[in-house]
């Protein structure tokens, strides 16, 4: 059992919890994840580490309220527990030996993009920021950002606040302002991970992103995460979640992704009828 230590709601429907695991928090790095079961009677879902305090023995998650398990796990508070919380899993990301970096984030996809913020940073690189969202209200973690980062843009579909429009608005521009980047960081959506992909193979500039199949045991023994990167398959899970975004085939990931929406909606009206 794991304690929940702290919680808040730091967007419509989403939340942010810091979750008691020393020993996941002591090897932790940017890029991987944890996967977590409410209670015994609920599903397993990958979620992708936030932050973590090695001190205080803590890992940090953020999530948005989609479905009946993140419904169960938004209904716990501080003190309560999480039956099972295993990590962490998956590759560290990949970010040595890069000097001047792009970072892009979409929705929740801000979330997991934060750690490889901060640790550039750390490493003293220069990295620039775009963050996106639906409006200024769904913007995540604006704050943790700008003190970790050499500037933050900020893009809005509504244009509530920032550019009116897409992140990768934001990018064409920064890049054709003669902005070298030696790399480029993108996690959220996966039609904007296609998008911000497809803008830096343009320019010739080293891509990587953060993919999220339909997962199930995190460790590579169901297949059901695999995603075809460079014409092979690959297993988010073991092989990743992070691939070069050049040769990811986004369009069979999205197809993918779409796969078991009937059968989660019927699994979603159980649930609801039988009170959970």
């Given at each position: 059992m794991f304690e929940i230590m702290d919680k808040k709601k730091i967007g419509p429907e989403i939340v942010q919890m810091v979750i008691k695991a020393p020993l996941i928090a002591k090897k932790a790095m940017p890029g991987q994840f944890i996967m977590l079961r409410v209670d015994e009677h609920g599903e397993r879902i990958p979620l992708t580490i936030a932050g973590y305090d090695r001190a205080a023995g803590s890992i940090t998650i953020i999530f948005q309220v989609v479905g009946y398990t993140t419904n169960d796990l938004a209904q716990l508070d501080p003190g309560d527990h999480i039956k099972d919380f295993a990590g962490p899993l998956g590759m560290p990301s990949k970010l040595e030996g890069y000097s001047r970096v792009l970072c892009v984030g979409g929705g929740v996809g801000i979330a997991?993009?934060?750690?490889?913020?901060?640790?550039?940073?750390?490493?003293?690189?220069?990295?620039?920021?775009i963050i996106g969202a639906r409006s200024a209200e769904c913007l995540i973690l604006r704050d943790e950002i700008s003190k970790s980062s050499s500037n933050v843009?900020?893009?809005?579909?509504?244009?509530?606040?920032?550019?009116?429009?897409?992140?990768?608005?934001?990018?064409?521009?920064?890049?054709?302002?003669?902005?070298?980047?030696?790399?480029?960081?993108a996690i959220g959506p996966l039609v904007m991970m296609k998008a911000v992909s497809q803008l830096t193979k343009e320019y010739d500039i080293h891509t990587i992103v953060s993919?999220?199949?339909?997962?199930?045991?995190?460790?590579?023994?169901?297949?059901?995460?695999?995603?075809?990167?460079?014409?092979?398959?690959?297993?988010?899970?073991?092989?990743?979640?992070e691939f070069d975004g050049h040769l990811v085939d986004f369009d069979e990931a999205i197809r993918r992704q779409q796969m078991y929406k009937k059968e989660e909606q019927?699994?979603?009206?159980?649930?609801?009828?039988?009170?959970?």
């Open positions: 997991p993009l934060f750690p490889q913020i901060k640790y550039l940073n750390d490493k003293d690189a220069f990295v620039d920021v843009y900020i893009a809005t579909d509504d244009g509530s606040l920032g550019h009116k429009g897409f992140v990768t608005d934001v990018a064409k521009d920064l890049i054709e302002k003669g902005n070298n980047y030696d790399l480029v960081i993919m999220n199949p339909i997962m199930v045991d995190g460790t590579g023994m169901c297949g059901g995460c695999r995603v075809t990167v460079g014409g092979e398959t690959l297993y988010a899970c073991v092989d990743g979640p019927i699994e979603h009206d159980c649930k609801v009828g039988r009170g959970r």
